[in-house]
């Protein structure tokens, strides 16, 4: 079992920084692939990006050289900067957790980003 806690979301203007931590408990936090997704009113769930247990990442397009993930081991946290806001970025966020064999998905509560001026 894995229990992920979603904090740092707000409202922020065009252009603005945040930055999204998600605190995990539960299990063997190192092992897992780590992930941020996103969903937007009316629209699905999409990955922004993630990073598995070896730290390879992995980027939307639309966020790639805006939004980096990084965890913390020792901490079992992950984060996402985000630096460049735009509006179509405003969205509730999750945090994800899977591992192999099975790939269970675990969900954090989601936070909620709002960009506008």
């Known amino acids: 079992q894995v229990q992920l806690v979603e904090s740092g979301g707000g409202l922020v203007q065009p252009g603005g920084s945040l930055r999204l931590s998600c605190a995990a408990s539960?299990?063997?936090?190192?092992?897992?692939?780590m992930g941020w997704y996103r969903q937007a009113p009316g629209k699905p769930r999409e990955l922004v990006a993630s990073m598995s247990h070896g730290g390879t990442t992995n980027y939307a397009d639309s966020v790639k050289g805006r939004f980096t993930i990084s965890r913390d081991n020792a901490k079992n946290t992950v984060y996402l900067q985000m630096n460049s806001l735009k509006p179509d970025d405003t969205a509730v966020y999750y945090c994800?957790?899977?591992?192999?064999?099975?790939?269970?998905?675990?969900w954090g509560q989601g936070t909620q980003v709002t960009v506008s001026s």
């Open positions: 539960g299990s063997i936090f190192r092992s897992y692939r």
């Open positions: 994800n957790a899977a591992r192999a064999p099975t790939w269970y998905d675990y």
